[in-house]
């Protein structure tokens, strides 16, 4: 394979970060560090400048974090300050504006107040059915073929696929953000309060920084679909992510990676405008790329393969 970036979310620790769907721990990252000692992992900034410079070998990885998640420093920082490696952390910017990060906060939510997803997914698809919108998602349901839904994603149960397509394919993300808000306020729990312990500060990015980290970018606001927005808002996605970074750090970001692989000719357009040099997907499946393109592995995938050896 060509050189790639190996893509990290979440880390757990048995303290305040807990074990969620594909978050790994200490041991299991210095596992897959150990994995993948057949490969020259790269410092970034070396990275970086062999990339910008088209020298990257074959077997030149790094190791990337996306979302600037509070349990990454918290976990995956210290094995990366115990080996002496940097990463790329690409920060998305919206939460440093008082924004609730809703996606994560629904994930710590699922994590932390359930015995296990199942347990979830009785309480979600109940609460569906006593509400509103049981009509209309029966009548879509009943049309729909759930084994098909995400057949890609092999990992997946019945009910993660039939969730996923009711969140996706039916309600949208406005009716199902109300329906989460509402199920967690129903649980006396704080939407706030449990935002403020899932992300880094911006003393701590810029620490990272300071210590030869790169951060990069990764849109404002996060949106699930940034292709199919309008050039406009794609371009002020990207500009107050870019002014966000520069601001609290002593650099301009000059990396970053596509928000849920989502991006068309006019991101890139807008990405070479501000002066980025490099990016990276969320996969490898392109044979062809270009500099913002770089191809990444999931490390959900590499630890399958860890569980195979
Ligand atoms: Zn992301």
Redesign the pocket.
Known sequence: MTAHGIMF?HFCNYKNHLRGQGAIDQNEFEKILDFLGDFNILDANKWLEKATNNELEDNDICITF??GLRCQYDVALPVLEKRKLTAFW?V?SNIYDGYLGRLEIYRYYRTAFFRDIEEFYDKFFNYLELSKHNDFVNKCLKNANIEDHLKEFNFYSYNDKKFRFIRDKILGQDNYFKIMDELITNDNLDLNKLNSHLWMDERQIQELSFKGHVIGL?SYS?PTELASMSTKKQKLEYEKNFYHLSNILSTIPITM?H??NSYNKYTLEILDNLGVKIGFRSNSQLEKFNKYEFPRIDHAILMKELQLK
């Open positions: 979310h996306d979302d690409f998305y990764h996060h990676s928000p849920c």
